[in-house]
């Protein structure tokens, strides 16, 4: 079946470094996209990015279709941005999304 | 702006038991999601719905209902409640531009 694999599964960072968090699927993917989970449980949506490039805010992400790959690019990293960010595809056959585990980010200050 | 509001926000229910979880949407999604979310797993589809009076099965449906009576409410129902159904339960949305909008999530322990 489908697969979302996310690495790395944890990554600790000091407040102001970058971050490169990767998304890689087993099948073509006509949507893609990145959410971000607080600690708290809540969960937002960040961007929708299928291919190419996008940015939000201090947020990059940079998808290859052909090669069945995101990344989520965090610049100059805040202790808010403490919590897991999760990677989605689309469900084949159908409109909901397959998710990946995640890649818990631990910003300290 | 969207909102999907969940209830209860914790739950505790015995073996056995009938449990309902509530979803409430305020923007009018046709489509509309129910996961449940655990370590190691992540969010797993358990049941969705493309309209009032539609309901579709999901990867993990086994043990779960669905009822979506209007568009704006959207239930999921487990008639004989398990230890293994202990999880946290996520409703969504989903929008005109694929964007989702998620509730904040149940909290459900089966004893």
């Known amino acids: 079946g489908q697969q979302v694999q996310q690495s790395p599964a944890s990554l600790v960072l000091q407040e102001g470094e970058n971050a490169e968090l990767q998304c890689n699927f087993s099948?073509?993917?006509?949507?893609l996209q990145w959410f971000y989970q607080s600690p708290g449980g809540s969960l937002v949506s960040l961007l929708s990015?299928?291919?190419g490039t996008k940015h939000t805010g201090r947020l990059t992400s940079t998808t290859v279709t052909k090669e069945r790959r995101s990344s989520l690019h965090i610049s100059s990293s805040q202790t808010t941005d403490s919590g897991t960010y999760l990677c989605?595809?689309?469900?084949?056959?159908?409109?909901?999304?397959?998710f990946g585990t995640g890649t818990t980010v631990s910003v300290s200050p | 702006e969207a909102a999907v509001t969940q209830s209860p926000r914790n739950k505790v229910a015995v073996t056995g038991g009938k449990v309902t979880l509530s979803c409430n949407q305020t923007?009018?999604?046709?489509?509309m999601y129910w996961y449940r979310q655990d370590t190691g797993h992540g969010l797993r589809l358990i049941h969705y719905?493309?309209?009032?009076?539609?309901?579709e099965k999901g990867d993990i449906p086994d043990g779960y209902k669905a009822s979506r009576p209007s568009q704006e409410n959207f239930s999921l129902i487990l008639e004989l409640a398990t230890p293994s159904q202990t999880s946290v339960y996520f409703c969504?949305?989903?929008?005109?531009?694929?964007?989702?909008?998620f509730g904040s999530g149940t909290r459900l322990l089966v004893i």
């Open positions: 719905s493309y309209g009032a009076g539609s309901t």
């Open positions: 923007n009018n999604h046709n489509n």
């Open positions: 990015n299928p291919s």
């Open positions: 099948s073509t993917a006509t949507q």
């Open positions: 969504a949305g989903q929008g005109a531009c694929s964007d989702y909008t």
């Open positions: 989605a595809i689309d469900r084949q056959g159908g409109r909901a999304l397959i």
